[in-house]
């Protein structure tokens, strides 16, 4: 199996936020799906999230693939966010969408993609603060939260750490 593509239909690569296979809530998910209908605007912007989710995914990917560190593990965490957002849709009875193929950006160094990859975690930061801005159900904004939490705590940090210009 090749990168992005493990088990689970947002092609995850293991355990992660989100439901167990038992069923059971992720113990660091504090979040409880709920199964009332969305609206087709909820369903549109968990559908925006999911797509931002795969596209840094494929990015990491091919980073990973040519430059290494520490392109795999953020690659796996993306992979884990998608699936998140896949489950929430299947709580609520909705189908995921198609994975669109994703234009992976070029870098020739892991400095240039880290920059790279640092502008793109912080566009979806960005991304669920305007979720997030349109009041969303509540185990949906719990699930925005907790992702943007991830990007903005733990993402970026690692990103700067790596980028061109870091002292």
């Given at each position: 199996m090749g990168p992005g593509q493990g088990?689970?239909?947002?092609?995850?690569?293991?355990?992660?936020?989100?439901?167990?296979?038992d069923g059971t809530?992720?113990?660091?998910l504090a979040c409880t799906f709920g199964k009332d209908?969305?609206?087709d605007a909820v369903k549109k912007d968990i559908e925006a999230a999911l797509v931002d989710e795969w596209k840094a995914e494929a990015a990491y990917s091919a980073f990973?693939?040519?430059?290494g560190s520490p392109f795999p593990r953020l690659e796996r965490a993306e992979a884990r966010h998608a699936d998140l957002l896949?489950?929430?849709?299947?709580?609520?009875?909705?189908?995921?969408p198609s994975r669109p193929e994703a234009k992976v950006p070029e870098a020739a160094t892991a400095a240039e993609a880290c920059a790279i990859a640092l502008k793109g975690e912080k566009e979806n930061v960005a991304l669920y603060d305007k979720l997030l801005a349109a009041s969303p159900p509540e185990d949906v904004g719990c699930v925005y939260k907790h992702l943007r939490a991830l990007s903005a705590d733990r993402h970026i940090p690692a990103l700067e750490?790596?980028?061109?210009g870091r002292p």
């Open positions: 088990m689970g239909p947002g092609r995850g690569m293991g355990p992660g936020p989100g439901m167990g296979p809530a992720h113990p660091h209908a969305l609206t990973s693939a040519k430059l896949v489950q929430l849709l299947s709580a609520h009875g909705q189908a995921a750490r790596c980028a061109p």
